[in-house]
């Protein structure tokens, strides 16, 4: 059998990692500015990681939710501690699309409605009421194109209220910094207003954090550099290193039902053993702390580079932490694969000209400035 190539590959095969390096067959070191795409968070191999993982799966790997599992408490009790949401409680599941979908499908428990509505270039995952709400024609196939999502521009408030104000949206969800939209910002009076707006007409504020929170932003979600609390978080992607799970955030005001919401897989003992151990590391570390200032030294030292004339053909760079775009004025397809086969870096890209960058929050300031050599050189 041949695989469904859906995938355009670069042609190699990554065989390890450690820390924010990693290694292919041919025993080739690449620096990680990827993350695999923004999943790898407390790094690659971390050794307390490691031991979780192999010693929960000596123990107990799977156990389905029909019985107690005193990993999915702690999980959710050191989650909340860590980014200060302590009164919501906490569902999990599998992967972002997952967590997508069930906040919108508890948003419509919640208010009896149907229609959803989400930001241009918005990416949320590729099920069902998840892909209807990625504002991208190509990956919604017909029998996802409900009618049930309007999308809009981002920071244009008045749009957003004219539809808010009809009293018959569900719900609102937003990246605060969208990732495959190519790192644009959401404005804190925008998401204040936005949130005033769902309020006042009992639509529910969905904040999606998959790509944006679990530290990357330099906050631990990047809603909180807004001054907003929105009704349900999602999370997926750094939540377990690599192990795939993703979980919503809810409010007190949803009350849980029996047997509403259910999985088979989510909340598995092993993933919630990793998911602790990468909560402790990324305490014991400081990793939101050095996020936001690794990041923070690479924003301001790409874009005083780009305004002296440092790097030819950025045009802007833009984001938040370890979460940032650099947007050229070429396409971003020869200086990224330049990177990876001359300079064995690995950087994430959006749209047609812009190159993302999206670390494991671990990145050392040595390893920020090994990447601007890097990239200096490739656009030279
Ligand atoms: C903002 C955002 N939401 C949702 C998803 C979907 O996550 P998954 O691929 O785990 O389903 C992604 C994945 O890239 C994402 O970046």
Not at 48 to 74: D, M, T, W
Not at 343 to 363: D, K, S, V
Request: proline share 4%; charged share 20%; net charge negative.
């Amino acid at each position: 059998m041949e695989l469904f190539d859906v995938y355009p590959l670069f042609d190699i095969a990554i065989e390890r990692g450690q820390g924010c390096r990693v290694w292919d067959d041919k025993g080739q070191e690449y620096l990680d500015l990827y993350g695999g795409h923004a999943v790898i968070s407390v790094g690659h191999a971390h050794p307390h990681y490691v031991e979780a993982i192999a010693s929960q799966v000596g123990k107990l790997g799977f156990y389905s939710n029909s019985v107690q599992n005193p990993l999915q408490k702690e999980l959710a009790h050191g989650l909340g501690k860590a980014c200060g949401y302590e009164d919501y409680q906490l569902f999990l599941i599998n992967s972002g699309a997952e967590a997508n979908e069930n906040a919108l499908k508890l948003a419509s428990f919640y208010n009896g409605r149907t229609r959803v509505l989400s930001a241009e270039k918005a990416f949320h995952g590729r099920t069902s009421l998840a892909v209807e709400a990625t504002a991208n024609p190509k990956i919604i196939a017909p029998i996802n194109a409900n009618g049930h999502v309007t999308y809009l521009p981002i920071n244009d408030i008045d749009a957003w209220k004219a539809e808010i104000e009809k009293d018959d949206v569900c719900a609102v969800i937003i990246e605060c910094i969208q990732g495959v939209g190519g790192i644009r910002m959401i404005e804190a009076d925008f998401l204040q207003q936005l949130k005033a707006a769902c309020e006042a007409h009992n639509t529910v504020l969905i904040c999606d954090e998959i790509q944006c929170g679990y530290g990357r932003s330099g906050k631990f979600f990047a809603h909180q550099w807004l001054g907003v609390k929105p009704d349900m978080i999602t999370v997926a992607k750094g939540i377990c290193n690599g192990y795939p799970m993703g979980g919503v955030l809810i409010s007190p005001k949803f009350k849980p039902i029996y047997g509403q919401l259910g999985t088979t897989f989510g909340g598995n003992h092993l993933g919630c053993a990793g998911a602790i151990a990468v909560l402790d590391i990324i305490e014991s570390e400081g990793l939101v702390e050095n996020a936001n200032k690794v990041g923070t030294y690479l924003i301001d030292t790409l874009t005083a580079e780009m305004k002296a004339g440092n790097l030819p053909h950025v045009i802007d760079v833009r984001g938040r932490g370890l979460m940032i775009g650099i947007e050229l004025d070429i396409p971003y397809k020869e200086p990224r694969t330049r990177l990876i086969q001359e300079e064995h870096c690995f950087t994430g890209c959006a749209g047609t000209n812009t190159i993302r960058l999206l670390p494991p929050l671990c990145l050392t300031m040595e390893e920020a400035d090994e990447f601007i050599a890097k990239f200096k050189k490739v656009l030279a």
